[in-house]
């Protein structure tokens, strides 16, 4: 890696100051379910459909998709696979791109339900391997992928967005932007912790969505 020890301590001193500004983000909105610990099985589903729906769109019409879904008894992964493309784009229209997104929802419903057989499955195979896997599904990118493994899942894997690029570039000398690097750029500064992991990626949206 090309960061040095300076930068190391500057990750970590940020992630305790953002702390001490907002405090622990499981308060409220989008995070009161995301950074919640430990979720039972249907908030873990419930994490990966919001995945889906939060791509390009704005948290309150996820909401309103979300809401649709609960409301037509359509919130998990099984009831999802059961259930018509044109019925969940009908559902899901709130949250925009729906006809795109009832097709990825589709999709990965029938990977984890049919293609790993199950949720329980998915907790046993590596991380790397299971993000290999996600990533080959029509739809399902980098940041994707790491919502669903970070706050799904569990797994120690930091997540990088458009919030997380633009705080770096505020607080950290770094020229390299890509996924990875930046990636990489966290993971090694911070212990191997989903917890933190969780907790840090959500107090830099929050911290950068303040900013706007």
Known sequence: MAEDFSDKEKIQTLYQKLLKR?????????????????KNLEEKERIIIESILTQRAN?????IAVSNLKKADLLSLEKILQTSVE?????????????????RLKSLAKFFIQDIGGMKKATVIDT?????????INGVGNETADDILLYALERPIFVIDQYTKRFVEKHL?????????????????????YKIYQDYHALIVIEMKDKK
Do not use: T
């Not at 899901?92 to 006809?99: C, E, L, Q």
């Open 22 to 38: 907002h405090g622990q983000p499981n308060i409220s909105g989008q995070w009161r379910l995301w950074c919640k610990r430990p």
């Open 59 to 63: 948290w309150k019409n996820v909401e």
């Open 87 to 103: 019925k969940i784009e009908n559902i899901i229209r709130p949250s925009g791109f729906y006809k795109q997104k009832a097709k």
């Open 128 to 136: 790397q391997k299971l993000r290999k896997m996600l990533l080959e």
């Open 173 to 193: 000398p770094v020229k390299n932007y890509s996924y990875n690097f930046l990636q990489q750029l966290f993971e090694n500064a911070i212990k191997k912790d």
